[in-house]
């Protein structure tokens, strides 16, 4: 371990400030954008499944959204002493919002790279020390470390800032070529890269971290790296990890709130139970990421440490790119005799249908009315919103050769991007339907012709969903700035089109607010989707229905249930 860099004491450590961090945040968003495909691409290691660079793009989305969180609440304050928050609290959050948004195996490794940048650099220390603290903190949350990997370019990118004049711009300088130049030498380091012809995908993403950070405190933006992928050449055969082969069926991702020694005893029966183990995190909250066969077993001793929430499984692709099956889906196949073992095994498999439609739902309630319809429904439960590879899995589960897929939720918009680049390379014809709610997708839905052309399907499908607004009821948590103003913990607030536009003290008379604003444009078409377990549901319903009788003329009003633990009440107006 090299040693601290020194400040000299007439030289400020760092002149990093919350508006740079702001800044850092929305870079690295970009260029993670713009690169997530050729990284999804490149994909090899722990697992081809071709989603890091979504995975990562999400994780610093996450991580931005909370910076923004900050600045919105400092610039809501009553003339606010400075003109942007205090470092410690921006870079803090920062790193906070990536532990609560990690997705992956390299998101969760990032997230306590900067969970490490943020201790240090919200403490005064330089960015060479912020950047040592950062890898070495990776390096330790990772049960069994693996060089070629994006901890070795963490590792780099430390060195190479620890040997750079202590100012921040050169330093950060270094560190981009330091981690660049270890990002090219990852396949001679690491024999599945080698043997693909890629460098390390979670490397990748993280040179594109450093870049934005380069890019922020300097306003150059970087060179661009020399290639995606490394040149194809003889690698020693090395040894590879378990996670590239015949890993694990499952992923397994949850938040956990803990104490340190029931993690580490966390750490100790995760490891046994599986593989590409990462528990980060700290002061009670934690992200933890395994590659399991018993899915089950890996939530139960979360359970049994502390309280997990924001639990995501997802099916893995093996080494040969074929995506596990889930339970249902080989029981459905043993039953067709599609898997060699029914008593028409020998028979062969159905031919796919000529189109479907995947929609991702809020709730149970509004699956059944998807499947009614012949849609495949794909479930997103609150605060787990299906990783790309449920997406795949559910393309490929339809069994078409044309697939319409509404996802149905903005956050959702590049993770289902991913997953129809990948069921398109599979030699399945998928279009999205850019839907922002669930209320669009059911219009969307509405509209479906499998008889049409394939375009003109997807064109009528996109123009009803375009044409419906969308509300929603939701419960202030804790006091904030919305756009409508200040809320107090127990408002009930009034979404129109995913911006606050009522702020109420009750469900009814917040509702009626969002009918009356929504439906003042006109409109011929209401659908209310209610929670099951709302109190007085029934009775709000028909409170409802009569206001739009009542209030405006030639208006009809159709009513769904979305299920338990969907938001009270969704709103579309067509």
Not at 4 to 10: G, H, S
Not at 327 to 343: F, N
Not at 466 to 486: D, F, I, K, N, Q
Not at 523 to 542: C, I
Request: glycine letters at 10%.
């Amino acid at each position: 371990m090299q040693e601290a860099v020194q400040v000299p004491q007439n030289q400020p450590p760092h002149d990093l400030d919350a508006t740079a961090v702001r800044a850092w945040c929305a870079k690295a968003l970009e260029a993670l954008g713009q690169e997530r495909e050729e990284i999804d691409a490149i994909n090899v290691y722990p697992v081809a499944d071709g989603d890091t660079g979504t995975n990562l793009y999400l994780t610093v989305e996450s991580a931005a959204t909370a910076v923004e969180a900050v600045f919105a609440a400092h610039e809501a304050a009553l003339a606010p002493a400075d003109p942007a928050p205090d470092l410690p609290t921006v870079i803090r959050s920062m790193a906070h919002g990536a532990l609560l948004g990690a997705r992956g195996n390299s998101g969760t490794i990032l997230a306590q790279l900067l969970r490490g940048m943020a201790d240090r650099l919200g403490a005064g220390d330089h960015l060479a020390n912020a950047l040592r603290r950062a890898a070495e903190l990776a390096r330790e949350a990772v049960a069994h470390p693996v060089e070629g990997t994006i901890l070795t370019v963490a590792s780099a990118a430390a060195d190479a800032a620890a040997t750079a004049p202590v100012d921040t711009r050169s330093a950060a300088r270094a560190a981009y070529e330091g981690a660049r130049a270890a990002l090219e030498a990852t396949p001679a380091q690491l024999a599945v890269l080698g043997r693909a012809g890629v460098v390390d995908a979670g490397g990748q993403g993280l040179l594109a971290v450093l870049g934005a950070l380069l890019e922020a405190v300097t306003g150059q933006a970087p060179p661009p790296p020399a290639r995606f992928r490394a040149p194809l050449s003889h690698v020693p055969a090395l040894p590879v990890d378990a996670c590239a082969t015949d890993g694990p069926a499952f992923e397994v991702i949850y938040l956990l709130e803990a104490e340190d020694a029931a993690v580490a005893r966390l750490r100790s029966r995760l490891d046994a139970l599986g593989d590409c183990l990462v528990v980060v995190g700290g002061d009670g909250l934690w992200n933890v990421h395994v590659h399991v066969d018993d899915a089950g077993a890996a939530v139960e001793a979360g359970v049994e440490a502390g309280r997990p929430h924001r639990i995501r499984i997802t099916h893995l692709t093996t080494h040969d790119g074929a995506t596990a099956h889930s339970e249902a889906t080989a029981l459905a196949d043993r039953a067709q005799g599609r898997d060699g073992t029914g008593p028409d095994s020998a028979a062969p498999a159905p031919e796919r249908a000529p189109r479907a439609v995947v929609a991702v739902v809020p709730g149970a309630g509004l699956a059944r009315l998807c499947a009614d319809a012949g849609a495949t429904a794909v479930l997103a439960r609150p605060g787990e919103p299906p990783a790309s590879g449920e997406l795949v899995e559910a393309i490929r589960r339809a069994h078409a050769r044309e697939v319409v897929l509404l996802p149905n939720s903005a956050e959702l918009r590049h993770t289902a991007a991913a997953a129809a680049e990948q069921a398109r390379g599979e030699g399945v014809r998928v279009a999205l339907v850019p839907t922002r709610a669930a209320v669009q997708g059911i219009a969307a839905l509405a509209v479906h012709e499998p008889g049409r052309r394939f375009d003109e399907d997807v064109v009528a499908m996109t123009a009803a969903a375009g044409a419906t607004r969308y509300g929603e009821l939701a419960v202030a948590e804790h006091r904030s700035w919305t756009t409508a103003g200040v809320c107090q913990a127990g408002d009930v607030l009034g979404l129109i089109d995913g911006d606050v536009a009522v702020i109420g003290a009750d469900v009814t008379n917040t509702a009626t607010a969002v009918l009356d604003r929504m439906l003042s444009a006109g409109g011929e078409l209401v659908t209310l989707v209610l929670a099951a377990d709302l109190p007085d549901g029934p009775q709000l319903v028909a409170r409802l229905q009569r206001h739009v009788r009542e209030r405006h003329l030639a208006v009809d009003t159709v009513v769904y249930e979305g299920g338990p633990a969907t938001s009270p009440l969704l709103i579309g107006v067509e």
